[in-house]
């Protein structure tokens, strides 16, 4: 059985920084593109970040370039993605997906497993 749990979600301030990690079990992160969407409330899932399963290389949306930094530990079988900068545009429901393709896509629909997510809110 395939299990993404999410963690490291909280209350920050704004231009303050959290990092999120992804655990997997049931699947290597290694074998998939693994990636970072974020959901507000009242909009549609986005995608956030991915790190390509056969390259080392990443992939950021636009509205994160520069402030975020996604990464991954083989070893640990867990991804993460650090924010740092923090916006309260940023403040959302971060979730871990894992999609079997390598490169995966920027659309939610494909990936094939999803973590419960972790809430994230930037306030002052």
């Known amino acids: 059985q395939v299990q993404l749990v999410e963690s490291g979600g909280g209350l920050v301030q704004p231009g303050g920084a959290l990092t999120l990690s992804c655990t997997a079990s049931g699947l290597a992160v290694s074998s998939y593109t693994m990636a970072w969407f974020r959901q507000a409330p009242g909009q549609e899932r986005e995608f956030v970040a991915r790190f390509f399963r056969n390259a080392d290389a990443t992939d950021l949306a636009n509205s994160v370039e520069g402030r975020f930094t996604i990464s991954k530990d083989n070893a640990k079988n867990t991804i993460y993605l650090q924010m740092n900068s923090l916006k309260p545009d940023d403040a959302a429901t971060y979730y871990c997906?894992?999609?079997?393709?390598?490169?995966?896509?920027?659309?939610?629909?494909?990936?094939?497993?999803w973590g419960q997510g972790t809430q994230v809110t930037v306030s002052s």
């Open positions: 997906a894992a999609q079997d393709s390598a490169f995966g896509s920027r659309w939610p629909t494909g990936y094939n497993y």
